[in-house]
């Protein structure tokens, strides 16, 4: 039941749209998508809240609250994706919405184990600390290399497929950490961001 995500890596990007983003992102990109991300993210809150219980009590997931989860880790990941310019595009808002290039899915689980929700939800943050540890190092690096890749689109078009790849990688350890927090899979995140078979 693993997490797929994955980003379609352009051939060419749009010097236009690097610089607006760049320099008016702010403006018409950063801020209205953070503050509907803020309050969509207390309804996603109150939802994990209520998921624990429901789950301990019925051994069930809430279908709707599932593709709330999912629809709202998509639209961070669409929005993230373009703030950081590996997309090119508006991205849209909404947890129904979507864009061409961005890809997450996650298997709705008929089932949840009642043990492991009660273990998730007493102690996740602490389990997830070596995780957080590693992802905020590696966000330096990250940092850097969307530096380097400003430049490289403003004069070549081009976003290098390693650095993308980097990215892409750091999401998607993200998006694991995130989806094992929310209940959403049992698989505990590997400690990589590279897309890896769970073996169960």
């Known amino acids: 039941m693993a997490l797929s995500f994955h980003i379609d890596h352009q051939e060419e990007f749009s010097r236009k749209e690097l610089l607006l983003r760049t320099f008016f992102?702010?403006?018409?990109?950063?801020?209205?998508?953070?503050?509907?991300?803020?309050?969509?993210?207390?309804?996603?809150?109150?939802?994990?809240?209520?998921t624990f219980w429901t789950i301990l009590f019925t051994g069930r997931y809430p279908r709707a609250w599932f593709d709330t989860q999912l629809g709202l880790l998509n639209w961070n990941a669409r929005f993230t994706a373009s703030i950081f310019n590996c997309i090119d595009g508006y991205p849209a808002f909404g947890l129904s919405a979507g864009h061409p290039c961005v890809h997450l899915d996650i298997p709705y689980p008929e089932a949840v184990s009642r043990s492991h929700t009660f273990?998730?939800?007493?102690?996740?943050?602490?389990?997830?600390?070596?995780?957080?540890?590693?992802?905020?190092?590696?966000?330096?690096l990250v940092l850097f290399l969307n530096l380097l890749a400003f430049w490289s689109i403003l004069f070549t078009k081009r976003y290098p497929k390693?650095?993308?790849?980097?990215?892409?990688?750091?999401?998607?350890?993200?998006?694991?950490?995130?989806?094992?927090i929310y209940f959403m899979t049992p698989d505990y995140p590997p400690f990589t961001g590279k897309e890896v078979q769970i073996m169960h």
Do not use: K
């Open 162 to 180: 390693s650095w993308f790849d980097w990215f892409v990688e750091q999401m998607r350890w993200g998006m694991r950490i995130n989806a094992y």
């Open 119 to 140: 273990i998730v939800g007493l102690f996740g943050p602490i389990l997830l600390i070596p995780h957080l540890f590693i992802l905020s190092v590696r966000n330096l």
């Open 25 to 50: 992102g702010v403006f018409y990109l950063l801020i209205p998508h953070s503050i509907a991300l803020f309050f969509v993210s207390i309804l996603s809150s109150i939802l994990l809240f209520l």
